[in-house]
Nanobody, 122 residues
């Protein structure tokens, strides 16, 4: 079992930055791929970024490429999402997830956090 708790969301102006954190419980964190997803009101949950357990594979959605950076600290059981040059369309609830495969699909992740709200004002 892996429990995930996100933090770091908030309200920011367009062009600003936020850093999301996802703290994981359990001793097997380092063996899981970690992903970030987001869900805006009335829309399906969509992929944002993912990083393999060893850090060798990193994927980003086209919409965030060059602006967002996913990183992980296995010693701290934490994954981060650094978000820069934020746009109003980035407004959503952001979720972190853990799974055995590094994938862009929600189906590949078994464990999910409760989400943290990110609101970008224009």
């Amino acid at each position: 079992q892996v429990q995930l708790v996100e933090s770091g969301g908030g309200l920011v102006q367009a062009g600003g930055s936020l850093r999301l954190s996802c703290a994981a419980s359990g001793r097997t964190f380092s063996s899981y791929a970690m992903g970030w997803f987001r869900q805006a009101p009335g829309k399906e949950r969509e992929f944002v970024a993912a990083k393999s357990w060893d850090g060798r594979r990193i994927y980003y959605a086209d919409s965030v490429k060059g602006r967002f950076t996913i990183s992980r600290d296995n010693a701290k059981n934490t994954v981060y999402l650094e978000m820069n040059s934020l746009k109003p369309e980035d407004t959503a609830v952001y979720y972190c997830a853990a799974g055995r495969a590094t994938t862009t699909s929600t189906l590949g992740y078994s464990y999910w956090g409760q989400g943290t709200q990110v609101t970008v004002s224009s």
